[in-house]
């Protein structure tokens, strides 16, 4: 049997870097298994839908260059399509699939409609809650006689329908990262599978749908791991093979607590909008979770195609630390092709006042220059405004002590008329123009190393440390250099 597998969101309008990871994961083993890797939307909770959602989320996918090859997904205009023969994939158009499922659990006894109201719901979880820790549902509509049951149907009385677990019961189901799970039905709830609204419940449309599209592994994130007896349980009584189950271990923030909107960025949206690279937070997210065998930190997207493996991936939580990530972007922008990186760059600087829309065009060799110059040390590109700002100062003031006495030297003193008869003499201010006049103000003025670069640095940027002098020179132009040296 071939491997399908699949990610099934709910459209909540961001995907939580959780979440693309399990995405990446899933195309991972389904790209190493010569397998199918598709998109269900799971919105069954018709109460959280956020309009607009599942476009942006399969945007946000698409982007990541995470690229599922069924289900639900966008057409070249950006609208929703669905491609596939299992269809459809989006949850709230199978309902009439789920009501025909639903019929048969209810002949076979083991679903059974409650008519319990919410206040005594809420009576009965706070008296559970006091008495055994946890809320659960007392069973009260398991007890009534099918005449009753059925009288009350006919007379619309609104209900659910749950699962009727059987009592006192081991489930057991092996999970390739856990080993064997084992759970009594005496912890568990009787689940609600179908809602007063008519719409099934997560719990009953994942398997209902995982069955149907033929997922031969679920592979969702720990947070899942509790409902899963309920799932094996469903799956048994429909007279169904499980599938093999494998919960990803959580992503955790640096305190070790689950990463959470709370923190910070969380999003695939958030890390785009600032500017980290797709192939970057890829690389990262794989390796939250999963370990290669050798001590590889940095992986294309082919290349974890080729390595990553379940057998690999730990139980443990895996830390999220934007230090890490942000090294790793910096090794992105690095290695970037620098049109590409320039197209991606002029947006913040357009939208920080740096550069015009108009005149873009025109200034496309400036962006480049100055993306030579600062990418050795750019964590991603929301920060480019602030390194661009040295560029476009009027006056230059020293930023700090330490620059204030380079300000003041007599270093300085003896530099820059030297320095400012220099650069009039260049015709452009190219590096190939720069060094050797350097060199030969070097020896004129005896200065050399620290004493000669701080000096000059404070002098055109008002710091002491940065990038390449000569470059910054070259991105500043003669005129600006020569306004600073004056
Ligand atoms: N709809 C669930 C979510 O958004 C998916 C859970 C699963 O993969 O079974 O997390």
Known sequence: ?????????????????????????????????????????????????????????????????????????????????????????????????????MDKLLASGHAYPCFCSKERLEIVREKERMEKGTPRYDGHCRQLEKEEVEKRLKNGETHVIRLKLPEKEEIRFDDLVRGTVSVSTEDLDDQVLLKSDGYPTYHFAVVVDDHLMEITHVIRGEEWLASTPKHVYLYQAMGWETPTYVHLPNILNTDRKKLSKRHGDVSAEDFQRKGYLPEALVNYLALIGWSPEDNQEIFSIDELEKSFSLKRVSKSGGVFDVKKLNWMNTHYIRE????????????????????????????????????EVIRENLHYLAELPEKAAVFFQDSIQPEDGEA???????????????????????????????????????????????????????????????????????????????????
């Open 1 to 101: 049997m071939s491997v399908r597998v699949r990610f099934a969101p709910s459209p909540t309008g961001f995907v939580h870097v959780g979440g693309l990871r399990t995405a990446l994961y899933n195309y991972l083993f389904a790209k190493a298994n010569q397998g199918t890797y598709l998109l269900r939307i799971e919105d069954t909770d018709q109460e959280r839908l956020v309009e607009g959602a599942v476009e942006s989320m399969l945007r946000s996918l698409d982007w990541a260059g995470i690229h599922h090859t069924e289900g639900v997904m966008l057409d070249d205009q950006g609208r929703v399509v669905e491609k596939g023969n299992k269809g459809p994939y989006i949850q709230s158009r199978r309902l009439s699939v789920y009501r025909s499922h």
């Open 336 to 371: 970037a092709d620098l049109e590409e990186l320039t197209r991606l760059a002029i947006p913040y600087l357009i939208e920080s006042g740096y550069l015009q829309e108009q005149t873009v065009e025109s200034q496309k060799q400036w962006v480049r220059n100055f993306l």
């Open 404 to 486: 204030a006495e380079w300000w003041e030297s007599e270093e300085l003193t003896i530099l820059r008329p030297a320095l400012q008869k220099a650069v009039e003499s260049m015709a452009t201010m190219t590096p190939e123009e720069i060094k050797p006049a350097f060199k030969a103000l070097q020896k004129e003025t005896g200065l050399k190393g620290p004493q000669f670069f701080k000096p000059v640095r404070v002098a055109l940027t008002g710091k002491v440390h940065g990038p390449d002098l000569i470059l910054i020179m070259k991105v500043l132009g003669k005129e600006t250099v020569l306004h600073r040296l004056r």
